[in-house]
């Protein structure tokens, strides 16, 4: 029979492997918990993405906002929508926020961060899993200003990581022919939020501030 110091000792060594697999792997792959950076070295990370219910086709608008072609020009069954907000991540929290698009609809978007943050733009297909969301861009970043035509009808949008210990600060502002924004968080919970639309938008004219 083993020892008493020889069972101690095993006992230790296995706690410690637990606690090296749950910090390396577990956390990283299931809940987006990356504190070492090891998820992402082995390329499991992108597991961590929130495994939430995908809205429905038309999901937050009563108007399907399908392109209609008509040479360059496409025309659209509804206004378009307008939306800015700031979004705080704590540290080595993650956060998704997308909208939803038809295919060929389009909106054009500037965000910025207080600091650099581990970043994918990317896009899910309704009905998606959590295997099939389709990447545009992964780069690091701390901001970017562009424009997007959805290949496909579905959610997108961006995935940010906090990779430091400081709370980071995201400002996010977007317009186009999108119908809703719902945003995932760690602890896979989605929550729909309102959009704007052009009613909001200050206007100007000549000789006068802001018209409210």
């Known amino acids: 029979m083993p020892s008493t110091q020889t069972l101690a000792l095993a006992t230790a060594a296995a706690l410690m492997a637990a606690i090296v697999i749950l910090v390396t792997v577990v956390l990283p792959a299931e809940y987006g ?24 086709p038309g999901e937050g608008d009563a108007v399907t906002m399908i392109p209609v072609q008509d040479g360059p020009l496409a025309n659209y069954p509804g206004e378009f929508r307008v939306d800015s907000r700031e979004l705080v991540l704590g540290p080595y929290e993650f956060i998704e926020f997308k909208y939803r698009l038809e295919k060929g609809a389009t909106m054009v978007f500037s965000w910025k961060a207080s600091d650099d943050v581990i970043h994918d733009f990317h896009g899910d297909t309704d009905g998606a899993t ?26 997108h949008g961006w995935y940010w990581e906090n990779p430091g210990g400081n709370p980071i600060t ?32 200050p206007l100007t004219s000549a000789g006068k501030e802001s018209i409210k």
């Not at 995201?170 to 704007?196: C, M, N, P, V």
């Open 130 to 155: 959590k295997d099939e969301p389709q990447s545009y861009d992964q780069q690091p970043r701390r901001s970017a200003d562009g424009s997007f035509a959805a290949p496909f009808a579905g959610i």
């Open 33 to 56: 918990i990356d504190p070492l950076g090891t998820g992402r070295r082995l390329g499991i990370k992108r597991n961590a993405l929130v495994v939430a219910p995908r809205p429905a």
């Open 170 to 201: 995201i400002k996010l502002t977007a317009a186009g022919f999108f119908t809703s924004a719902h945003e995932f968080h760690i602890d896979r919970s989605r929550r729909e939020r309102q959009l704007g639309s052009l009613d909001r938008v």
